[in-house]
């Protein structure tokens, strides 16, 4: 089954402490992007990558580093997590023709205390 | 001034009825443009994509552009109860790179 696969579902932590969210896709699209959801903002683009080791900001890339190794993987990195990142959180891909946020996953949601 | 902007309503239709949402967007330059469905607790969908003036229909819905007016909007005719959910506006700026902006939604429930 095709699929944008995100963990954990739900996390909560503390302010300062490192985390990762993983995001892997089986669909062998070039095209990854992470956003955040916040009620009143909508969605907001923070990274994305076009290829393997091609990455650039979006909207809001402050407080957040990704890295894009293989092609299957965007994993997210909160290096200081504050409350303000707070947040639901999607990966989307699609193939770098369509040009276009494809397929999303179920979403991650962040509590940051 | 926001990239997308969109009624958050709520809007509420009949069944059956046509449901018509509306986007403006504040780049000229905006190349591509983008209607996603999120249900309440899910992700978003994607439904179509448009990127030349005027219509496109797919199914029930109907997409129509207007960049000289930088408007946006979706059209759900026989609209059904399934169909109630948040509707979001993407536009994609520039030729290059893939800079996604969203609008904040809009909130449709068709009433049996």
């Known amino acids: 089954e095709a699929q944008v696969t995100q963990n954990p579902r739900y996390l909560i932590t503390v302010t300062g402490k490192k985390l990762t969210v993983t995001c892997s896709q089986n669909?062998?699209?070039?095209?990854m992007s992470w956003y955040r959801q916040d009620p009143g903002l909508g969605l907001r683009q923070i990274y994305y990558s076009m290829n393997v080791e091609v990455t650039d900001k979006g909207d809001v890339p402050e407080g957040y580093k990704v890295s894009r190794k293989e092609k299957r993987n965007f994993p997210l990195i909160l290096e200081s997590p504050s409350p303000n990142q707070t947040s639901l959180y999607f990966c989307?891909?699609?193939?770098?023709?369509?040009?276009?946020?494809?397929?999303f996953g179920q979403g991650t949601r962040l509590t940051v205390v | 001034q926001k990239e997308v902007e969109q009624n958050s309503g709520p809007l509420s239709v009949p069944e059956g009825a046509i449901a018509s949402l509306n986007c403006t967007y504040s780049?000229?330059?905006?190349?591509?443009f983008f209607w996603y469905r999120q249900y309440s607790g899910k992700s978003p969908e994607l439904i179509m994509f448009i990127y030349s003036n005027g219509d496109k229909e797919d199914g029930r819905f109907t997409a129509q552009l207007n960049k000289a007016s930088q408007y946006v909007s979706l059209l759900i005719r026989d609209s059904q109860p399934s169909d109630s959910a948040t509707y979001l506006c993407?536009?994609?700026?520039?030729?290059?790179?893939?800079?996604?902006?969203f609008g904040t939604g809009t909130s449709l429930t068709v009433i049996p």
């Open positions: 993407a536009v994609k700026k520039g030729k290059t790179g893939n800079q996604f902006y």
């Open positions: 780049d000229r330059g905006s190349q591509s």
């Open positions: 669909m062998n699209h070039e095209y």
């Open positions: 989307a891909s699609s193939l770098s023709r369509l040009y276009t946020e494809a397929f």
